[in-house]
Nanobody
Framework: QVQLVESGGGLVQAGGSLRLSCAAS????????MAWFRQAPGKEREFVAA????????RYGDTVEGRFTISRDSTKNTVDLQMNSLTPEDTAVYYC?????????????????WGQGTRVTVSS
């Protein structure tokens, strides 16, 4: 079993920054990609960013492109999400996900393991 634990959420003012981190642990596992999704109250889960574990290529959702940066540390099995220029529309619970075989990084169904989520609140 693989465990994913997110950290770094909190309350920040609009225009500010936060850095989320996700640590993966458990039995030996292969990773194709890791990603961040978010879910705001009353809304569906939304793709934020994904990173290919081996080559480091990235993909972003349209609403965060240019403001958020995803990165990984394969030696520590962690993936981070640097979030800049935050707006109240970024308020959500952010989830880390791990996929062993991922063809469409934007699709949540592609991912096998999920963290419990970390809450991000951006005040206006």
């Amino acid at each position: 079993q693989v465990q994913l634990v997110e950290s770094g959420g909190g309350l920040v003012q609009a225009g500010g920054s936060l850095r989320l981190s996700c640590a993966a642990s458990g039995r030996a596992f292969s990773v194709y990609a890791m990603a961040w999704f978010r879910q705001a109250p009353g809304k569906e889960r939304e793709f934020v960013a994904a990173i290919n574990w081996s080559i480091g290529s990235t993909r972003y959702g349209d609403t965060v492109e240019g403001r958020f940066t995803i990165s990984r540390d394969s030696t520590k099995n962690t993936v981070d999400l640097q979030m800049n220029s935050l707006t109240p529309e970024d308020t959500a619970v952010y989830y880390c996900a791990l996929g062993r075989v991922v063809r469409s990084p934007e699709r949540s169904l592609e991912y096998d393991y999920w963290g419990q989520g970390t809450r991000v609140t951006v005040s206006s």
